[in-house]
């Protein structure tokens, strides 16, 4: 069974970046198309990104695009989020999550089977 786990949130200030992992194990990682979703309180589980698992193919939420940027690195079963000019809106809990296959996008929780424990991002000055 496949598992992923989340680090590097934490508090930045507004303009800041921060670079979220998503470690997987369990299973290939070449199997999955991995997706970030994030969370903030009061409001509903939304896609940021996804990333593929044949060819890298990316995809963004438009609130994200330009800033966030998506990568995996199969050999170390590892996917990435940087984050640059961090916002106050971006603040969530950021949960990583696993598909077989290509991004179906938006990406919608219900489709995602494994998901990570979730780690917090918080911009603030």
């Known amino acids: 069974q496949l598992q992923l786990v989340e680090s590097g949130g934490g508090l930045v200030q507004p303009g800041g970046s921060l670079r979220l992992s998503c470690a997987a194990s369990?299973?290939?990682?070449?199997?999955?198309?991995i997706a970030w979703f994030r969370q903030a309180p009061g409001k509903e589980r939304e896609g940021v990104s996804c990333?593929?698992?044949?060819?890298?193919?990316?995809n963004y939420a438009d609130s994200v695009k330009g800033r966030f940027t998506i990568s995996r690195d199969n050999a170390k079963s590892t996917v990435f989020l940087q984050m640059d000019n961090l916002k106050p809106e971006d603040t969530a809990v950021y949960h990583c999550?696993?598909?077989?296959?290509?991004?179906?996008?938006?990406?919608?929780?219900?489709?995602?089977?494994?998901w990570g424990q979730g780690t917090q991002v918080t911009v603030s000055s």
């Open positions: 990333i593929s698992s044949v060819g890298g193919s990316t």
């Open positions: 369990g299973f290939p990682l070449h199997y999955y198309a």
């Open positions: 999550a696993a598909s077989r296959g290509l991004c179906v996008w938006p990406a919608v929780p219900h489709n995602y089977a494994s």
